[in-house]
Structures are given as structure tokens and as C-alpha cells.
């Protein structure tokens, strides 16, 4: 990051620093060293030792997980939970922070700490009676309970983000569409929600990830069903394999191949969307 | 949350933008999906749970009865639910200082010239973004007795510090500390990094020029200037390990006894397994006064110590 960065020589205290700073990685890094070679190996060859890298790589793990498991189907529920939830969590948060960062009125004010307060509150509190209204609703095992719940739990999120970046936009453009005389929601739609962008693409990104990584609740509502997400399928995987490590690793690892695949096409994006420090 | 509550006085306060809101009325009718979905999932069901929290409600009678401050009463005497209190706040206190030293650590290190920065920064932080569900199987396996860990250590000449790192009580929850640190420090180190982005480089030239030394510039001219980065970082890692439960109930499930027990993983058990929703919620209610009680305090101290520097 410093300007003189690739300028600077090879000395002995860098070169140890370099070494040292390695080692650190080597340390933090063996759980994924772990997990790479037990899911490639042999069961016989997992129980002669742990540590030692899969002699005949055995992609049968790989199959066997897939199939078994029934991952495609539970990728394409955490695929169609996760988009369409972040899809509507967009058009609602947008339109809500709109109001809340351009209306300046207490009542306003009011409902931004409403939501803001959403950041802390435990869902724990409202767990029970919100999974009897779902079942008195007959909505349990839909993907619909699950999006409205995703949409509901990211809302503070999306809210705060919104109206934190749309409080710094000037009104410029959307004053001179309005004298023109467009409608609030064709000036939000066609002049402001472009000009989102950037905020658009942190709250898509922490939400999606939240979402697609989320546990307690799917298991509430789509556990055992044909519906479950990826998670939920993992846990019940888990359960079902019980001491077949080497399945259990390779399951594992097709679940956590989208988002790595994503995670290194949109390293930066991410680590910035992150860095603002918000986590849902 | 300091940064949040004081936003809007930087736009002039809410008397300054009615003014300008006058022009442009946006309509509070596209609230109206937002509020819908908030009012829904979060508000009502919070504020009905708060309620049945002073019952005795078990799902299958259809009234449930009132009974006052009992269910906080079982709480603080019952074993499984005085763990999970206990371990809530070690868990909470000790990931939050650990993982925002640790993360601390981390992003001094990399902010340098170090070849390999942007590969490290890339892995440090790739576990914050994986399920903790497959997060907390990877270790429970990686912690077996003839597992990967105790293994490594024979292999390195420390086989004498080999454990049942899982199914011991005496070392249970500070195996899951462990885990929820190595998950979440990069999370923290990426934090600090966009902290350390903002030092001016002017200000170490200039310390520099005036003799400071390396420490002296790190104490006296960084670390003051990351005083914010801490305050996201502590109230994140704070709120999210109090509602700490996925890596915890995949690993252990509260065990061994009650050693890893946490007030989510009790109050998860209590409602769905025993079907005690009235107590449940109890349970639910006290986590959430623990978490709006260390927002608040952390609000306070923060504050104190920004108007200091």
C-alpha cells in the first residue's frame, strides 16, 4: 500500500519478517489443509492417518456426497432463497432508506432508529411466535417463510446502509426531474436508484452472503424438506454420515465452492463491503 | 452504533432538513413494503416473545397462563440455563478482546510492504465467509481425539499437550473460543486495514522527523487514529458472539454437560425440544437485555475515550 512499497530491497529483517509472517499463515491456514485432503481420500487411508497428504486422490467422495446427499437440489433452494430475497431486500431497503434519509421529520428520524434497532435485537426473542404465525399460515417448508424471513432479518442492514449513503447525495438531479413534473417513484426509480450503485452492490454482497450462510432459522422452517438450503442439508448430511469424514469433507466442499468462486472474483468488492464494519 | 446515532447532525439536524424537505416531499407510502416486512418478521413477534417470556405457554394448551418472574427465577437457578450464562459472557468477552487483538495483529502486519500482503489478506479473511454450520464440522473433526490437531502436535514433538479438545469439560469451551476467533479475525483484520487506509502518511513522516521511534509512532499516532475501527469492530464481534449458536450447536450442542452451553443454544433447545415456549422466550429476553446492556455501556465508553484523544 506504501508508495515505496516495491522499491524496497531484500534485507535481512524483511526476509525474516516475510518468513515469519508465512509461518503464521501456514498455522492458520491447516484447517483448509485439513479438509482439502480428507475429502480426497480413501476411508482406510483417513483412519490409517489424519494428517498425511490422499496417496490415490478419491473423487468418489465427490460423487458419492453429491448424489447421496441430494446437494443439487439443496444448491438450487439456497440459489433461489438467496436471489430472490436480496432482489426484493434491495427494492424495499432502497425505497424505504429513501423516505428516511429525504423526509426530515421526527417521525422519520423514529422509524431509521425503528430499524436501526433491528442490528441488535436477538432473533432468538421473536423466534417462537414468529415460527407459530408461519405455521398457522401453513407457510413452514416453503421457500416463501424463508424469504420473508431473510427479507425481514436483512432489512436493518440494508436501511442503515441506504440511508447513510443517500443522506451524503445531492438532490440536484431528482429537484430537476421533479420540476419536470415526474412522479416520486419514476424519479427514484429512474434518476436516484442508478446513482446507488456502489451501496447497491455492499448491501447485495454482506446480504447474499448472510443469507446463503444462514442456519438456525432454515432449519426451523425447510429442515427435513425437500426445500432445505445448503446448511440445512449439511447439518442433516452430517447426521447422516455420521463418522464418514471423508464424505462428509467433499459434501462440504461443493457446498463452499460458489462462494469461493465468488470470493475470488469480487475479492475487492467484498473485503471493502466488510471493512464498513456491518454484519447482519 | 456511535458512528449511526450521530449522522443526521452532521446533515444539520432534523429542524434544518425539514426546511429543504419542504421542496421535494418524498411520499411515505414507499415505506410501506419495508415497514410491512420489518413489522412482520422483527416488531410484532419481538414484542409478543417479550410477552410470553411472563408465561408458562408450552404450545400444546391454548392460554397460556401467567407466571410472573418464575421463568426468570428457573433461569438463574437452573444448571443448564446458569452455563449458558456464564459461558455467554466468557465467549462474548473473550472472543471480543482476543479476536480484535489478534485482528489488530493481523492488519499491522499486512499493511506493510510484505510481498505476499494481498494473497494473506485474501486468506485471512476467506473462513469469515464460509457457513459456520461447515466451519464448525471442519473443526469438530480437526478436534477428535485421533484427529488432525493432536496428530500435528505428536508430529511436532508436543504430543504431551494432545487433548480431547471437544469432550473434555475442562478445555470444551476454550476449543470453541478458538474456533469463533480463527472464523472471525479476518473479519476484524479487514476492518482495521480500511482503518489504517485513512492514517495520512504526513503523519508518521512528520513523528518520524520529531525522532519518534516505531513504537512510538504505532502508540501515539495509529493507534489513536483507529479508535473508530475499534468501535465497529468491538461492537460487532460483542453482538455476534452473545447470539453465538451455529458453530457452537454443530460442534458441541451445549456439551460436554453443560460446558459449551450458550443462551441461544439453551433457549433454541428449550423451545423446540421441550416444547417450553414460555420459558424459552425468558431466555431470549435476558440475552437480549445483556446485549442492549453492553451496546449501551460500549457506547458510553467509546465515547468518553473518542472526546479524550
Known amino acids: 500500500m506504501r508508495p515505496a512499497a516495491g522499491r524496497r530491497r531484500w534485507t535481512l529483517p524483511r526476509i525474516g519478517a516475510e518468513l515469519g509472517m508465512l509461518a503464521v499463515a501456514a498455522i492458520f491456514l491447516f484447517p483448509f489443509y485439513v479438509f482439502l485432503t480428507v475429502a480426497l481420500k480413501t476411508p482406510a487411508e483417513l483412519a490409517r492417518s489424519p494428517l498425511s497428504l490422499p496417496t490415490d486422490p478419491a473423487l ?39 423516505v428516511l434519509a429525504r423526509r426530515g421529520t421526527r417521525l422519520s428520524y423514529g422509524t431509521y432508529l425503528l430499524f436501526l434497532l433491528g442490528l441488535m435485537i436477538p432473533l432468538q426473542l421473536g423466534m417462537v411466535p414468529l415460527y407459530q404465525l408461519m405455521r398457522d399460515l401453513n407457510l413452514l417448508q416453503t421457500y416463501t417463510s424463508l424469504i420473508i424471513f431473510e427479507i425481514g432479518h436483512q432489512l436493518p442492514l440494508s436501511v442503515f446502509l441506504y440511508a447513510g449513503f443517500l443522506r451524503a447525495l445531492p438532490r440536484d438531479y431528482e429537484e430537476a426531474a421533479r420540476v419536470d413534473g415526474a412522479g416520486s417513484l419514476a424519479v427514484f426509480w429512474r434518476i436516484v436508484f442508478p446513482l446507488l450503485r456502489p451501496v447497491t452492490g455492499t448491501v447485495v454482497i454482506l446480504s447474499a452472503i448472510n443469507i446463503w450462510n444462514d442456519f ?62 456491518i454484519k447482519g | 452504533m456511535t458512528l449511526t446515532l450521530s449522522r443526521p447532525a452532521v446533515d444539520g439536524g432534523p429542524r434544518a432538513t425539514r426546511r429543504r424537505a ?68 466468557i465467549i462474548a468477552l473473550s472472543t471480543t478482546i482476543v479476536q480484535t487483538l489478534v485482528g489488530l495483529a493481523l492488519a499491522l502486519a499486512l ?12 486468506m485471512f479473511f476467506a473462513p469469515a465467509l464460509l457457513p459456520p454450520v461447515i466451519i464448525g464440522f471442519l473443526w469438530q473433526y480437526i478436534l477428535t481425539p485421533a484427529g488432525p490437531l493432536n496428530d500435528a502436535l505428536g508430529a511436532v514433538g508436543l504430543g504431551g499437550l494432545a487433548q480431547n479438545w471437544l469432550g473434555d469439560s475442562s478445555v470444551a469451551l476454550a476449543s470453541v473460543i478458538a474456533v469463533i476467533i480463527w472464523q472471525n479475525a479476518g473479519l476484524t483484520m479487514v476492518i482495521y486495514l480500511a482503518g489504517l487506509e485513512g492514517v495520512p502518511p504526513e503523519l508518521h513522516e512528520a513523528a518520524t522527523m520529531d525522532g519518534a521511534g516505531r513504537w512510538q509512532r504505532l502508540r501515539h499516532v495509529t493507534l489513536p487514529l483507529l479508535v473508530p475501527a475499534t ?16 458453530q457452537v450447536y454443530v460442534m458441541t450442542g451445549g456439551g460436554p ?18 416444547g417450553r415456549y414460555g420459558y424459552s422466550t425468558a431466555i431470549a429476553l435476558v440475552l437480549t437485555m445483556i446485549v442492549f446492556a453492553f451496546a449501551l455501556l460500549q457506547l458510553r465508553g467509546l465515547r468518553r475515550f473518542e472526546v479524550q484523544q
Open chain 2, 22 to 89: 419542504r421542496r421535494a416531499r418524498v411520499p411515505y407510502l414507499l415505506l410501506v413494503p419495508a415497514l410491512l416486512f420489518y413489522a412482520f418478521v422483527v416488531l410484532w413477534p419481538t414484542l409478543q416473545g417479550a410477552g410470553y417470556a411472563f408465561t408458562d405457554w408450552a404450545g400444546r394448551r391454548e392460554t397460556p397462563g401467567f407466571v410472573g418472574l418464575d421463568n426468570f427465577t428457573e433461569l438463574f437457578s437452573a444448571p443448564a440455563a446458569r452455563s449458558a450464562l456464564r459461558n455467554t459472557l
Open chain 2, 231 to 246: 468501535t465497529i469492530a468491538l461492537s460487532l464481534t460483542l453482538i455476534g458472539s452473545l447470539k453465538l449458536f451455529d
Open chain 1, 60 to 98: 468418489a467422495n465427490f460423487t458419492e456426497a453429491w448424489q447421496r446427499g441430494d446437494l443439487g437440489t439443496a444448491m438450487v433452494n439456497s440459489v433461489v432463497v438467496t436471489s430472490l430475497s436480496v432482489a426484493l431486500l434491495v427494492a424495499c431497503g432502497s425505497l424505504a432508506a429513501y
Open chain 1, 216 to 277: 438456525l432459522t432454515p432449519l426451523l422452517y425447510v429442515g427435513g424438506s425437500p426445500q432445505q438450503t445448503l446448511p440445512v442439508a449439511i447439518f442433516a448430511f452430517r447426521g447422516e454420515f455420521a463418522s464418514q469424514w471423508q464424505v462428509i469433507f467433499a459434501g462440504m466442499g461443493i457446498a463452499i465452492v460458489p462462494i469461493l468462486v465468488v470470493y475470488f472474483l469480487l475479492q475487492k468488492y467484498i473485503i471493502k463491503g466488510f471493512a464498513s464494519g
Open chain 2, 111 to 122: 499493511h506493510s510492504a510484505l510481498a505476499s500482503r494481498n494473497l494473506l489478506r485474501t
Open chain 2, 257 to 274: 454437560g453443560y460446558a459449551t452451553e450458550t443462551l441461544s443454544v439453551v433457549m433454541y433447545k428449550e423451545a423446540f425440544v421441550s
